[in-house]
């Protein structure tokens, strides 16, 4: 485990609800919603993480975001995670630590109704201006022969 990977550790111990190394270059990092900002801040502008991208999974038992950064110089993925409520999945947006954020929270917006807080501009990104604002194509109850006809 590299050096940036055990001070995220370190810093975080008692907020981290599961840590997985699947490899010596790619780790999951399961946070409780509330948490994620202070880790956020703390691998992009302290450790100098990369953003790569963000990624949002309807599962059985909640949507869960999934947040992944990249230690180019090392060759190290580390992914944060969190899980929220399908019945009302909020989370705050990351876009005022990560500006790149903005366009890829926006499309979770649309596929998976997912309300990011203080969003600089929660409006549609993907899908027209005349989608049923309660359908969301990527959550595991979505009928698409239904909104087909």
């Known amino acids: 485990m590299n ?3 055990i001070n995220i550790k370190n810093k975080f111990d008692n907020k981290i609800v599961e840590f997985y190394e699947k490899s010596k270059k790619r ?3 399961t946070i409780e919603k509330d948490d994620l900002l202070d880790f956020v801040d703390y691998i992009f502008n302290e450790l100098g993480f990369r953003y790569m ?3 949002g999974i ?3 038992g909640g949507i869960e975001i999934l947040y992944h950064f990249s230690f180019d110089s090392r060759e190290t993925v580390v992914t944060l995670k969190t899980l929220l409520d399908s019945k009302e999945p909020v989370v705050e947006s990351i876009s005022s630590i990560v500006p790149g954020a903005k366009w890829i929270e926006r499309e979770i917006m649309d ?3 997912v ?3 203080n969003h600089p501009n929660p409006e549609k990104f993907i899908l027209s201006d005349d989608w049923n604002e309660k359908e969301y194509p990527l959550r595991r109850d979505y009928d698409e022969k239904k909104n087909n006809n």
Do not use: A, Q
């Open 115 to 117: 309300k990011f807080l």
């Open 53 to 55: 991208i963000e990624t």
């Open 58 to 60: 309807d599962t059985p």
């Open 111 to 113: 596929i998976l109704g």
């Open 3 to 5: 050096e940036e990977v």
């Open 27 to 29: 780790y999951y990092i």
